[in-house]
T-cell receptor, first 114, second 112 residues
Framework: DAGITQSPRYKITETGRQVTLMCHQT?????MFWYRQDLGHGLRLIYY???????DKGEVPDGYVVSRSKTENFPLTLESATRSQTSVYFC?????????????FGPGTRLTVT | GESVGLHLPTLSVQEGDNSIINCAYS??????FIWYKQESGKGPQFIID?????DKRQGQRVTVLLNKTVKHLSLQIAATQPGDSAVYFC???????????FGDGTTLTVKP
């Protein structure tokens, strides 16, 4: 019963490089989300997806790209990493969105951009 | 060890005491609220939720209160235990807008 997993758990990359963070869920949840969490702050929504091939911007989408070709996977790509993107990234999934359904979070990926 | 009405970034309580964690939300159109618990090095975990047509909801040792007049949400933890030490976030949701917004969180420390 894997639930929701993220890889890698830790990543160090250089400014300007492309980085992809992976997220996989085994529940067949319709909705998936990407958040970033900066030190001492809450979670900010980057992108979310209501179903395969349907994605939408969240609060802080600039510099990020997502895709969802399969229900179970929701990769997040930083096209050209910047130091301001150093953060902990959380993927989440839910059966529905907003009303009635909780989000299940992965363990997070700690990304450092040097 | 309780704080009522004011959001504090940290809260320290004695084991066995009751804890109250507060959250002010910003959007009067928000209609669904969730409290999450985040332990060190882990992702947030659902604790309890409440819809805007309710003003109170109880769980096993937790109670959430919603005051829509002043846009305030609180989480009460009864008989706080060391395992309750974590960061607690409230999240407001507007189902029409399709977005969740998280508060900055309160770090709860339980002293033995």
């Amino acid at each position: 019963d894997a639930g929701i997993t993220q890889s890698p758990r830790y990543k160090i990359t250089e400014t300007g490089r492309q980085v992809t963070l992976m997220c996989h869920q085994t529940w067949s949840h319709s909705y998936m989300f990407w958040y970033r969490q900066d030190l001492g702050h809450g979670l900010r929504l980057i992108y979310y997806s209501a179903a395969a091939d349907i994605t939408d911007k969240g609060e802080v989408p600039d510099g990020y790209v997502v895709s969802r070709s399969k229900t179970e996977n929701f990769p997040l790509t930083l096209e050209s990493a910047t130091r301001s993107q150093t953060s902990v990234y959380f993927c989440a999934s839910s059966e529905s969105y907003g009303s009635s359904y909780e989000q299940y979070f992965g363990p997070g990926t700690r990304l450092t951009v040097t | 060890g309780e704080s009522v009405g004011l959001h504090l970034p940290t809260l320290s309580v004695q084991e066995g005491d009751n804890s109250i964690i507060n959250c002010a939300y910003s959007n009067s159109a928000s209609d669904y609220f969730i409290w999450y618990k985040q332990e060190s090095g882990k992702g947030p975990q659902f604790i309890i939720d409440i819809r805007s047509n309710m003003d109170k909801r109880q769980g096993q040792r937790v109670t959430v209160l919603l005051n829509k007049t002043v846009k305030h949400l609180s989480l009460q933890i009864a008989a706080t235990q060391p395992g309750d030490s974590a960061v607690y976030f409230c999240a407001e949701n507007n189902t029409n807008a399709g977005k969740s917004t998280f508060g900055d969180g309160t770090t709860l420390t339980v002293k033995p």
